[in-house]
C-alpha cells in the first residue's frame, strides 16, 4: 500500500531567498548597466508615465520587500509582528547599488535552519490604507514576492524605455541556474 505521506521538503526558505538573490543579481546588473550609459544624466529619476513614481522608488521597494521578507521569515520580533521602516534615501547609481548590496547581505545572513519557524505567525501588511493581519506565509508569498517582482520589472522598463541596451537575458539570466 501507498504512503500518503507527503515528503515535499521544500521550505519558505528555498522559495524565496534563492529568488530574491537572483532578482538583486539582475537589479545590480541591469543598474550596473544603466550606469554607464552615458546619454541620460537623470535616469534615477526616470519614469515610465509621468504618473508612477521614478526608478529609485523602484529600487526602494524592491529591496524594502526583501528586508520585510528576511525580518518575517527568520522572527525578527520587529518584522514579524510590526515590519520595520526603511529609509529612502539613495538617488545615485553607486547608492542605489550599494543598497542592492546591502539586500543581498541580509539575504546571505539568514540561517536556514532558523527560517521557516514562523510561518504560522501572525504579521501584518498595509493595503488601500487599511491594515491586515495575515500569515507571515502569506505576506511573504502574497505580498512581498509579486511586489519585489512588480518593482523589479518596473526598474527594467524604466531603464530600457529611456534606452539602456537591455535585452530580456539581462533580466532572465541570473534567474537561469545554468
Known sequence: MASNT???TTTLYDLVIPTYTSGLQTLSHILTT??????NLNLP???LVPDQLPLTFQIHNATKHVHLSVSRLTGDAAG?????SYDATEDSFAQLLARVDRALEALKSVDK???GGFEGAETE???KNET?????RQAILEHNVPNFYFHLVTAY???RAQGVPLGKADYLAAFLHL
Open 34 to 39: 544603466a550606469s554607464t550609459h552615458s546619454s
Open 45 to 47: 529619476t526616470a519614469r
Open 113 to 115: 535552519g532558523r527560517a
Open 132 to 136: 491586515h493581519k495575515i500569515s507571515v
Open 80 to 84: 514579524v509582528a510590526n515590519p520595520p
Open 125 to 127: 501588511i498595509a493595503w
Open 157 to 159: 522598463s524604466i531603464l
Open 6 to 8: 507527503n515528503t515535499n
